[in-house]
């Protein structure tokens, strides 16, 4: 079996892969691909200069050290690969969500939405999108319920290892956890811009959300 360092150090050239790709990424032009399009439907708000995704500074404030509590709150499901935690393949999940929630009128206000990327798995992914109607036609539905802490992290993907240990230490801080093992409990990661987007803002934020009770 592979040691926990060699674990480590393997994630962290990975991640500093994904960096890589990120930065070769150019910045979202006024000319949208149909992704981009399709991420805009489902983003909602609109961002500025050309952009694909909404600038998420207006949004830290909501998820910076929040607890968040879900009562039954419905989530259609798309299932993607990912390398590390990173989704692949990202606009063709998130455009097959968009196809359902439109035909259904299923969208949520825009200070409502969110989408949440599972953390169970570092090879594959459920990525859940927040919908107004318990029953979305064609689509995997998923409803979450239970208290989530949040919290805002800015910086390279090759930072996700010193974001999880950070967020462990707000958990043990915030709810006397003496123990909080990531692998095992339900976590998820809400990428708020894609590389494109990120470049042009010069900020990529990611929030990670972690059920506590």
């Known amino acids: 079996n592979e040691s926990y360092e060699s674990k480590q150090i393997l994630s962290q050239e990975v991640h500093e892969t994904m960096d890589k790709v990120a930065a070769a990424t150019p910045p979202s032009s006024t000319t949208r691909t149909e992704e981009d399009a399709t991420r805009t439907k489902i983003a909602k708000p609109k961002g500025g200069g050309g952009c ?17 509590k879900f009562e039954n709150k419905p989530f259609i499901v798309e299932s993607t690969w990912c390398f590390f935690y990173i989704p692949l ?9 968009c196809s359902k929630i439109d035909a259904a009128d299923a969208a949520v206000p825009d200070e409502e939405f969110i989408m949440l990327s599972s953390m169970n798995s570092r090879w594959n992914t459920r990525i859940l999108c927040s919908v107004s109607k318990d ?20 910086g390279p993907y090759s930072d996700f290892d010193k974001w999880i240990k950070e967020m462990k230490t707000y958990i043990k801080r915030e709810k006397k956890m003496e123990e909080f093992k990531a692998n095992k409990s339900e ?5 708020s811009t894609c590389p494109g987007c990120a470049k042009k803002y010069g900020k990529n934020y990611t929030v990670l959300f972690a059920k506590v009770a």
């Open 89 to 97: 393949n990202f606009g063709g999940a998130t455009s097959r969500a």
């Open 187 to 191: 976590m998820y990661a809400y990428y």
């Open 52 to 68: 694909c995704c909404p600038k998420f500074d207006d949004r830290i404030e909501s998820f910076e050290e929040k607890e968040w």
């Open 135 to 154: 029953l979305v036609p064609g689509a995997e539905m998923v409803h979450l319920s239970g208290t989530f802490l949040t919290k805002v992290f800015e």
